[in-house]
């Protein structure tokens, strides 16, 4: 139909222009003053109240109720987290998103990545680093005691940094990136590094104590999952403003809690199409299996929803054999296939091994439905249980269920029948 | 013959062997204590005097004459140097590398990579950039107020960040460059931003000026081509260890002056194989074509000796474009063609998207010559006047004259009748 044409053009037009800008870092309560009050926790995924919510995400509460000073360590927290304390929002609601378990809560430092074309922000928390940590579900002292570095040494540096520089346009960024083997999802040490090298002579100059400049350095420096957060608000910077287009079908948010898979669609506005989540298939860290292993998880799919991570697998064969996907020569059959439900590719994030084919961009849920091919999730994995952290690594399909019931609506928003 | 077999073993066992770490940054002529008297210029490539030398090469040599303080201006420079008023001699008899012109002289500092399984050393300046630059021949103000930037702040800062975090490893921070994209001779921009990355806190802890680190910190950021000296000096420390082992026919250096070609062979000792140098092929900048153009020049194919370059073409997909060296899908049919001339190939350096074949490591000079395969390289082309710079980038081959003669000089050491 020319109208859903029309509509998905418009929806993947806004997804090309848009322009993400990393422009500063502040508390999350200034950011979404809804969090200043009461005892807000946002977390990934569609919305799912404490007694459906899957172990990690229940140790990550724990964790963040103790770090804000709600409860006085994680057991209390945890009782008052089941009495209903607590209200429990997804970050999609509130223009965040946030890696596994997701938490954001009021005095965590947020990065704000602005679109500068469309002049809508978007949240995300600073990148805590691998081992046992909170998005994975990580709550104890060494945790916490992270968590206040970065909220009062590392957050502050970089907002000052931001605002001297005027900020870090993210496009050019990501479009190295994916010549130098990151998908932006699993793997992140290439535009961590650049990232890095851009910001470095700003952190100088803005930096008061070398000795805590030299900490903040060495943090960045070692972590190469820095970036995924960046680009996970980049991933909500650009789709924000493709919500609510009449007659697209273009997938505008993937999102799962631990529990649930939920999609959202431009068309249908900001319903949720749940399904259950899946089992990431992967590799699992020495003396885990997939017994061990929570479902899959996280906010971190809105970059699948751009176009990176599993879709833009074939710019990172060192993935492939990382996440458990195959020979790594043939990472890029994966990116081929996503174009099978992609709207178009991506002119300016394009892949060099593949002769600059451009990422897959826009997912139409009607090109999912009628090829069966569900989205490639590159993932992370979790320990099932509260307080241990990551795992492994894996790849993941998006429920078909999800992309389905989506169509139904989508038809049925259209007036006409559903297939 | 065994004999050669069992050379070449040991030959590229030490080349696997060896461990470089970026350990310093000083003058050149504390490196090289014979640069500390008269006024000796040393250079890229075999050995040429003045009336042999290209035009950048001269040109290089005016403006470092002014640099050191040797003649008032570029004009003087030239007269001085037509009169024999300057020592020349390579880089390589030094423990030296130099890329493109290659100049090296006292007071410029130089990069030391020390080899810690062998225990020695090698030298390299700081590279300048791109543009107008004194390895392209570059000789105004500019450049030369640049050479003074590097002498007087960059130098000395790096000195005291490398002294206090004790060096920076560089076998496995190669390796990861090559996930990365990089071949380190036309492409470094991974290995840059890694080693920035590590360096960056030792930088933050050891300087006193965050104005002067800012600068620096910049200057590293915008130069994708950093690490090409450090990968150069890499090359150099690897395989010094491997000259003049008995019966070995591998490679120790190619190099050349932009007039000659050289290579050095184990087993022929400090010989240079000589013959006129060729002109790349590639693509140029705009507003130059291939009649601009100086033949092939620099110490830089040093990095191909070791397997990096035009044998890790296929890392580096996104290379193929830039040297103008064909479809990026196909990159890796450079790679799979050097392995036909290399000995072995390297373990801890490889290249997944070829399902991490090692690249190519220690050129056979028997092989050479029986495929007729010359070794490939990546090469910056330098504008044949004096005083312009980079005018483009391409892929070049080292003459089979020079393993032809090597072969026959290697044969007459062996005693048995040349091929």
């Not at 059959?333 to 600059?356: K, Q, S, V």
Request: aromatic share 6%.
């Amino acid at each position: 139909m020319e109208a859903i044409e029309q509509a998905n053009r418009a929806a993947v037009g806004r997804m090309l222009e848009a322009d993400p800008v990393l422009i500063d870092v502040v508390p999350a309560c200034e950011a979404i003053p809804a969090l200043a009050d009461g005892r807000k926790i946002l977390h990934a995924g569609p919305p799912i109240e404490w007694d459906r919510m899957c172990g990690p995400m229940r140790g990550a509460i724990a964790g963040i109720a103790v770090f804000e000073g709600w409860s006085a360590g994680l057991d209390e927290a945890t009782a008052m987290a089941a009495e209903g304390a607590f209200e429990f929002h997804p970050n999609h609601h509130f223009g965040a998103v946030g890696p596994m378990t997701g938490m954001t809560t009021r005095s965590q430092p947020v990065m704000v990545v602005e679109n500068r074309t469309f002049a809508n922000r978007a949240y995300c928390t600073v990148n805590e680093g691998l081992g046992k940590v909170m998005r994975f579900g990580g709550n104890d002292a060494q945790v916490l005691k992270r968590l206040a570095w970065l909220r009062d040494v590392a957050g502050p540096l970089l907002a000052k940094a931001l605002r001297e520089c005027g900020g870090i346009p993210l496009k050019s960024l990501i479009a190295r990136g994916l010549s130098m083997g990151d998908e932006m999802h699993q793997r992140n040490v290439a535009c961590s590094g650049l990232l890095l090298r851009e910001l470095a002579p700003a952190l100088a100059r803005t930096s008061q104590d070398v000795q805590l400049l030299a900490e903040l350095l060495s943090f960045m420096g070692g972590n190469d999952q820095f970036f995924l957060n960046v680009g996970m608000a980049t991933g909500k910077a650009i789709m924000d403003p493709v919500r609510g287009i009449e007659c697209s079908s273009i997938v505008t948010a993937m999102s799962r809690n631990g529990t649930d898979f939920g999609i959202r669609v431009s068309g249908t506005g900001d319903t949720w199409f749940i399904a259950p989540v899946e089992m990431p298939e992967g590799l699992y860290f020495p003396g885990f299996t997939e017994t061990d292993s929570n479902p899959d998880m996280g906010d971190s799919t809105i970059v699948e929803t751009i176009g990176l991570g599993g879709f833009a697998m074939g710019a990172a064969p060192a993935v492939a054999g990382f996440v458990g996907a195959g020979a790594a020569s043939e990472a890029g059959n994966y990116t081929r296939a996503m174009t099978e439900i992609g709207y178009g590719e991506n002119p300016e994030w394009t892949i060099p091994a593949l002769d600059y084919l451009g990422v897959p961009t826009g997912i139409d849920i009607r090109l999912v439905v009628e090829t069966g091919i569900a989205p490639t999730i590159n993932t992370g994995i979790a320990h099932k249980e509260p307080g241990i952290g990551q795992i492994g690594a894996g790849v993941v399909r998006a429920p078909m269920d999800c992309f389905k019931q989506a169509l139904r609506a989508f038809a049925d928003e259209m007036g006409v029948s559903g297939q």
